[in-house]
């Protein structure tokens, strides 16, 4: 069973960027970051598959996020630009042996980390 852990959280202003990672005791086939805030459903935010590095962005975090992959140290990466308020909440890395391309549905990944704490405010 894969073991997850983020890191890279923390408090930013509006606009500011944030780096978070996931190490990872192995990358699962489609790796993925999730987000929740306080009250709210968890969504997903940005997958990548492991195979090809081919990369699929929620809507909401278009043009802002970018999720990467260092295969060698078996590490995830979301690079978060132009933060806002909104983008606020644990963040959570998640992995699945096969929940399909642009698939987001948490019930589809079964390794999850602890998360990390990313707070946008002035």
């Known amino acids: 069973q894969a073991q997850l852990v983020e890191s890279g959280g923390g408090l930013v202003q509006p606009g500011g960027s944030l780096r978070l990672s996931c190490a990872a005791s192995?990358?699962?086939?489609?790796m993925a970051w999730f987000r929740q805030a306080p009250g709210k459903e968890r969504e997903g935010v940005a997958m990548?598959?492991?195979?090809?590095?081919?990369?699929y962005l929620a809507d909401s975090v278009k043009g802002r996020f970018t999720i990467s992959q260092d295969i060698a140290k078996n590490t995830l990466y979301l690079q978060m630009n132009y933060l806002k308020p909104e983008d606020s909440g644990i963040y959570y890395c998640?992995?699945?042996?096969?929940?399909?391309?642009?698939?987001?549905?948490?019930?589809?990944?079964?390794?999850w980390g602890r998360g990390t704490q990313v707070t946008v405010s002035s």
């Open positions: 998640a992995g699945s042996p096969g929940a399909g391309f642009g698939n987001l549905r948490p019930e589809q990944y079964s390794y």
């Open positions: 192995a990358l699962s086939y489609y």
């Open positions: 990548i598959k492991r195979r090809n590095g081919e990369t």
